[in-house]
């Protein structure tokens, strides 16, 4: 199943659902970071989270989405656009935890392996300001914590669910989410119908990895009163270049640009969000630097 996220309104346009399936996206995600199976899970459900929230905004807009935290796994970063496309990194992959006891027992323990901090949310909504919102995370879950964001910084009351079920070979089996808000003129017998509808639904994993569509969960959350507005697909798309990566060494100081010509006689730069390495040659340092004394 290809990755997509449908947009809709549902009871009588009360409530807007956002439901989408990611198991390509987080695993290429996984195979770019070589992320451990807990890390895994935590930067796949940030990753889906994100992913549906860019389709909330306007085209030529974005949105980056950083969790700082106390964690194993400290900083995530992932970027968003409306047309669907994502890229991300996490500080430090190699995180595997497990619940040792409990009702979650041998379950992720994705919780403790974020720890606390908090969820900030910048917007470039192509003004002459970056817009910066946070908010303290609830149970470093993922999923709760955008949901206490909507309320408390987009004064949006949401429900926010997430999962990604990893296989024994360290793979995404599964992996999806949805995002529910309520509108102003939502009635009280719709919220406590859908608190019954959330409560009896089965784990996201568990219905995408049997098989269900976006258009069957929609279907599930909605009660069939669903209208759908849009379909986009998602992906792990990153757009750096080798000229992109140019413009970065030409706004380095002088001191910087002469160690790299003249010590290192040329550079390799990495991507941090894909991996990708490009190379200058000592000759193209120079052409940058030349380039930009002119």
Not at 23 to 51: C, D, K, M, Y
Not at 197 to 215: A, C, F, S, W, Y
Not at 218 to 247: A, M, R, V
Request: aromatic share 8%; charged share 25%.
């Amino acid at each position: 199943m290809k990755d997509y996220a449908l947009i809709a309104y549902a009871y009588d346009k009360t409530v807007r659902i956002y439901v989408s399936t990611t198991t390509n996206l987080v695993e290429e995600a996984r195979q770019i970071h070589q992320t451990w199976p807990t890390a895994t899970a935590a930067f796949g459900r940030f990753l889906t989270a994100s992913a549906m929230m860019g389709l909330m905004y306007k085209k030529g807009e974005r949105i980056t989405l950083k969790i700082k935290s106390e964690g194993p796994i400290s900083n995530m970063l992932v970027e968003a656009n409306p047309e669907g496309e994502v890229r991300g990194e996490i500080n430090n992959p190699e995180v595997y935890m497990k619940y040792e006891d409990g009702p979650k027992k041998g379950k992720l323990n994705v919780g403790t392996a974020v720890g606390p901090g908090f969820l900030y949310v910048t917007k470039d909504l192509n003004m002459k300001e970056y817009f910066t919102s946070s908010a303290q995370l609830q149970t470093s879950e993922i999923a709760d914590d955008f949901t206490y964001y909507f309320a408390l910084s987009e004064q949006v009351p949401s429900s926010v669910g997430l999962g990604v079920l990893v296989n024994v070979d360290q793979s995404v089996l599964a992996s999806g989410g949805y995002i529910l808000q309520l509108m102003p003129q939502v009635s009280e017998e719709t919220v406590s119908h859908l608190e019954r509808v959330i409560q009896n639904l089965p784990p996201i994993t568990t219905l995408i990895h049997d098989g269900k569509t976006p258009e069957e969960i929609l279907n599930l959350l909605s009660d069939g009163t669903h209208q759908i507005l849009d379909k986009k697909p998602l992906s792990y798309t990153c757009h750096c270049s080798k000229e992109g990566f140019s413009k970065s060494l030409a706004a380095l100081d002088q001191e910087t640009m002469n160690d790299l010509i003249y010590e290192d006689e040329g550079a390799e730069i990495i991507c941090h969000f894909c991996h990708k390495k490009y190379h200058f040659t000592k000759s193209e340092l120079e052409d940058i630097n030349n380039q930009r004394k002119k």
